[in-house]
Structures are given as C-alpha cells and as structure tokens.
C-alpha cells in the first residue's frame, strides 16, 4: 500500500522545508503536518510488515 518511501519521502520533505520557512506560519504548518503524516505511514508500514510476519 505504502510501498516505494511515501512515508519516508514526506518525512524528509517536510524536514527541508521545516528551517526554511522563513517565519511564515503556514508553511511551518504544512511541514509539520507532512512530517507527522508521513511518521504515521511510516509506523502504519512498519506495524504492518511485523504482523504479517508474525503470522
């Protein structure tokens, strides 16, 4: 589902664009938003991986 680093791709995007933001609460919100939802993808997949292995 989340295969080819979605998560990991929003993670390091909202990473980079985090310090440049230049004051502008808007886009501090838009990274923080995409560093927080690619996290959640990211142990979404990882949670899923373990399961199917336990299994």
């Known amino acids: 589902m989340y295969e080819g680093g979605k998560g990991a791709g929003?993670?390091?995007a909202g990473s980079v664009?985090?310090?440049n933001t230049g004051?502008?609460?808007i886009l501090?919100?838009?990274a923080v938003t995409s560093i927080a939802?690619?996290?959640v993808i990211v142990i979404?997949?990882?949670v899923r991986?373990?399961?199917n292995k336990a299994r």
């Open 10 to 12: 929003a993670v390091v």
């Open 23 to 25: 004051g502008s609460q």
């Open 28 to 30: 501090t919100a838009i």
């Open 37 to 39: 939802v690619g996290v």
């Open 49 to 51: 991986f373990a399961v």
């Open 17 to 19: 664009v985090l310090p």
């Open 44 to 46: 979404s997949t990882i």
